[in-house]
């Protein structure tokens, strides 16, 4: 049996293996979204004369003087007490106008301007939380700006249930234009499915950085955020989960945010995310696998793992067969003299191996999955070109992201840097 021999083997095992897990996954986040459908339709209904708490929200800055005005704007439109919402601006030692364009708010009784050196948008933050006075604190990026409705949303979990110390709502991209903004509405309408259906089993792993909302006594207990390797919300989430802190998920309170609309600028924000949820997951790699984590042991991380592992394996192999392809027509070419020749192409062959039908159902699974997460972002299920688009991005291009972080962990162990 030759080399060739041996890894179409292995490359069969593995599919079969990746392609169980993978149609596991699928079929299990569909059964648990059935389960809750009635919870996961309909508008939230609040009761009369709420007594809406007193909340903190922080907008921490770094060079963003083309959308701090916006941001702070966003906040005092929503639907919520004024004398209940206090904002703090955090220039987290801007190098541009940032300062000065928020200086339109000095001296609104409900807008705090704070200037410090700079540290990284986590020491940003831990200072308006040091100083925060109300129950409940939050955080918005300057890039990003919620519905007026969100903020209601958000804390009726909190108000509905005292065991819930923190609620992250449905992130969109706000008005998607091209191939990379596309792919990825289609992306973040499969995280809104994702997240309801983990916060369901209380297994969800990050509150996102875009906004989410946590209970004071979170910070006071647990301590402030971390650096994390440059993902202090997902780091803040899974010590949440290792100390018993319920974390909860709005679908329908949604923020919007603004798309990477360039493959370098992609590039950089997903391989610091899967920087950082690679290292961070190691820093945690003790509370994996253990019963009393529950979900975020079990399923939430590894989920993530198997599909890192799923990629790396799955271009792997394709790089491998592509040249073997080209390995076998060039040999062809040499021992034929550089003589084509001819064959007719056959229409009624079709591969029958188990794999391919498995391949296929998972694509079918994965077209449902994106469909009912546009459903849960309010929009048709109906496919669309942003779906082909989809699939292009991130089973192919987003290989590229994959490996240059696990380079960047075995290999060189150079830190991954933001901007």
């Not at 609309?261 to 610091?272: A, D, G």
């Not at 060039?330 to 498995?358: C, K, Q």
């Not at 077209?367 to 669309?384: S, T």
Request: net charge neutral; aromatic share 16%.
């Amino acid at each position: 049996m030759n080399p060739s021999d041996y890894m179409f083997g292995f490359e069969t095992a593995i599919w079969y293996t990746f392609g169980f897990f993978s149609m596991y996954v699928q079929v299990f986040l569909l059964l648990l979204l059935f389960r809750d459908r009635k919870q996961n339709s309909g508008e939230t209904v609040f009761q009369e004369n709420v007594d809406w708490p007193a909340v903190t929200i922080t907008i921490p800055c770094w060079n963003e003087e083309d959308t701090v005005v916006q941001a702070v704007h966003s906040l005092l439109a929503i639907d919520y007490p004024k004398d209940k919402l206090i904002i703090k601006v955090i220039d987290d030692g801007s190098t541009d106008a940032t300062w000065e364009r928020a200086q339109v708010f000095q001296g609104m009784k409900n807008v705090h301007l704070m200037r410090k050196e700079n540290g990284g948008k986590h020491t940003a933050m831990n200072l308006a939380i040091g100083v925060a006075t109300t129950e409940y604190v939050g955080n918005l990026d300057a890039d990003a700006f919620i519905e007026k409705d969100a903020l209601k949303k958000t804390m009726w979990q909190f108000l509905s249930d005292p065991d819930m110390m923190a609620v992250s709502p449905a992130v969109v991209i706000h008005e998607p234009k091209g191939f990379f903004e596309k792919a990825q509405e289609v992306e973040f309408n499969i995280f809104i499915l994702i997240k309801k259906v983990f916060a369901s089993l209380n297994g969800i792993h990050v509150t996102q950085g875009q906004f989410s909302m946590y209970r004071k006594k979170v910070f006071d207990d647990l301590g402030p955020y971390r650096k994390a390797h440059q993902t202090e919300d997902l780091e803040i989430a899974y010590r949440m989960q290792i100390n018993g802190y319920k974390i909860g998920q709005c679908h329908n309170a949604f923020v919007h945010t603004v798309a990477m609309n360039t493959l370098p600028t992609l590039f950089k924000q997903r391989l610091r995310w899967i920087y950082g949820f690679i290292h961070n997951s190691y820093d945690y790699r003790k509370y994996l696998f253990n019963p009393k984590y529950g979900t975020f042991s079990f399923f939430s991380v590894p989920t993530g793992i198997l599909y890192i592992m799923a990629i790396l394996f799955s271009t792997s192999f394709i790089v491998w067969n592509i040249g073997m392809a080209l390995y076998d027509m060039i040999i062809r070419l040499v021992v034929t003299n550089f003589h084509v020749g001819y064959s007719a192409p056959s229409f009624f062959f079709v591969d029958t191996r188990p794999v391919i039908f498995i391949s296929i159902i998972l694509l079918i699974l994965y077209v449902i999955i994106a469909l009912l997460g546009k459903k849960l972002r309010g929009q048709k299920p109906i496919p669309d070109i942003s779906f082909v688009y989809f699939f292009i991005l991130f089973n192919f291009i987003g290989a590229l992201w994959l490996w240059k972080a696990v380079y960047s962990t075995v290999v060189s162990q150079k830190e991954v840097v933001w901007r």
